[in-house]
């Protein structure tokens, strides 16, 4: 069985090639030169980047044979949606293979079964997944594949999203995430400025307010190089905390040993290290990305495509949602 994956939710053209739970090819065009110079995504350029270089992306993977053709039909950029769509159902009219829309948030989920090249089943269920990126920050109830219920989610920035904007605040460039964690790691104090954000009474989460102590710190304070390196740590460790501790506390309530961590932030070091810490694998089957299958990639795509056929849920809807949530290509 062959299959390929499209993956343009925001500002990263995909497409990965499968056969038999093996990538044969999964390639990747990054725009952020493109978006570095407005600090961050801009929805009429990913558009026109993601139509400019898709053909070119699904001529260099070299398709001779289909079996199904899959997409991400949200949630994400209405604009950056429809052009892999257009993709998809180019490719899939051609080789009359079956098309199958994939669910974004899912596909993160289930990348932590790409391990290298090789696509292995080993999630293990009931789990809880934080989902974390630039454009979410969700907690997922897992009981198998394609059963999905959200616990809780952001109210108001996404954490890679607060990441972001705290890095425009320091002059750091985008993206943010990588700049702030480099600069982190060389804080010497590593003193506590910021307050762990937190939702009361819920599993929500919250990042416009230390988003905000920041620039007040900074708009209150002589902000030298040593200065920036400590309100990077004092940031970071903040939210790291803030993100464990509802992660805990759902894993607690509900009484699993299964985690899933996934989604582009999960790069981070200090995230993973401290999840680690929380977590340890005596106790725990902790389930973590590896880091280049982190960020939004088609591999991922492809993985969900698997198992949405192994589990006979692949006859969902093809539509573009661009709020799309978890359910909408599952069961709750």
């Given at each position: 069985?062959?299959?390929?994956?499209?993956?343009?939710?925001?500002?990263?053209?995909?497409?990965?090639?499968?056969?038999?739970?093996?990538?044969?090819?999964?390639?990747?065009?990054?725009?952020?030169?493109?978006?570095?110079?407005?600090?961050?995504?801009?929805?009429?350029?990913?558009?026109?980047?993601?139509?400019?270089?898709?053909?070119?992306?699904?001529?260099?993977?070299?398709?001779?044979?289909?079996?199904?053709?899959?997409?991400?039909?949200?949630?994400?950029?209405?604009?950056?949606?429809?052009?892999?769509?257009?993709?998809?159902?180019?490719?899939?009219?051609?080789?009359?293979?079956?098309?199958?829309?994939?669910?974004?948030?899912?596909?993160?989920?289930?990348?932590?079964?790409?391990?290298?090249?090789?696509?292995?089943?080993?999630?293990?269920?009931?789990?809880?997944?934080?989902?974390?990126?630039?454009?979410?920050?969700?907690?997922?109830?897992?009981?198998?594949?394609g059963k999905y219920s959200v616990?809780?989610?952001?109210?108001?920035?996404?954490?890679?999203?607060?990441?972001?904007?705290?890095?425009?605040?320091l002059n750091l460039g985008y993206?943010?995430?990588?700049?702030?964690?480099?600069?982190?790691?060389?804080?010497?104090?590593?003193?506590?400025?910021?307050?762990?954000?937190?939702?009361?009474?819920?599993?929500?989460?919250?990042?416009?307010?230390?988003?905000?102590?920041?620039?007040?710190?900074?708009?209150?304070?002589?902000?030298?190089?040593?200065?920036?390196?400590?309100?990077?740590?004092?940031?970071?460790?903040?939210?790291?905390?803030?993100?464990?501790?509802?992660?805990?506390?759902?894993?607690?309530?509900?009484?699993?040993?299964?985690?899933?961590?996934?989604?582009?932030?999960?790069?981070?070091?200090?995230?993973?290290?401290?999840?680690?810490?929380?977590?340890?694998?005596?106790?725990?089957?902790?389930?973590?990305?590896?880091?280049?299958y982190s960020s939004d990639n088609?591999?991922?795509?492809?993985?969900?495509?698997?198992?949405?056929?192994?589990?006979?849920?692949?006859?969902?809807?093809?539509?573009?949602?661009?709020?799309?949530?978890?359910?909408?290509?599952?069961?709750?």
């Amino acid at each position: 069985m062959i299959l390929i994956a499209i993956e343009t939710s925001c500002d990263e053209s995909g497409i990965c090639v499968i056969k038999d739970n093996r990538i044969l090819s999964n390639l990747v065009y990054s725009q952020i030169d493109s978006h570095k110079k407005y600090g961050g995504v801009v929805p009429e350029i990913a558009s026109r980047e993601h139509s400019d270089k898709i053909a070119k992306l699904i001529i260099d993977s070299k398709i001779k044979k289909v079996d199904y053709v899959g997409f991400t039909r949200g949630p994400g950029l209405k604009g950056s949606l429809l052009i892999g769509k257009i993709a998809a159902m180019t490719i899939s009219n051609y080789f009359d293979a079956k098309l199958i829309g994939i669910n974004h948030l899912e596909g993160h989920l289930l990348s932590v079964e790409i391990n290298d090249d090789k696509i292995e089943k080993k999630l293990k269920f009931p789990l809880i997944a934080l989902i974390i990126s630039g454009g979410h920050s969700e907690l997922w109830y897992v009981e198998n594949y394609g059963k999905y219920s959200v616990m809780g989610s952001t109210r108001d920035d996404a954490v890679g999203e607060a990441f972001d904007k705290v890095a425009k605040i320091l002059n750091l460039g985008y993206p943010g995430g990588p700049a702030i964690e480099k600069i982190a790691s060389k804080s010497l104090r590593r003193n506590k400025i910021f307050s762990v954000p937190e939702v009361k009474d819920s599993f929500d989460y919250s990042f416009s307010g230390i988003k905000t102590q920041v620039a007040y710190y900074v708009r209150d304070n002589k902000v030298t190089l040593s200065k920036k390196k400590d309100i990077c740590y004092s940031f970071q460790d903040s939210v790291s905390k803030s993100l464990i501790k509802k992660l805990k506390l759902a894993v607690e309530k509900y009484r699993v040993n299964n985690i899933v961590v996934c989604g582009g932030v999960i790069a981070n070091s200090y995230i993973r290290n401290m999840i680690m810490e929380t977590f340890p694998l005596n106790k725990f089957n902790v389930f973590l990305p590896q880091k280049n299958y982190s960020s939004d990639n088609a591999a991922m795509i492809g993985v969900s495509m698997l198992r949405a056929i192994e589990h006979n849920y692949e006859d969902e809807s093809i539509e573009i949602e661009p709020d799309l949530k978890a359910g909408s290509n599952s069961e709750i």
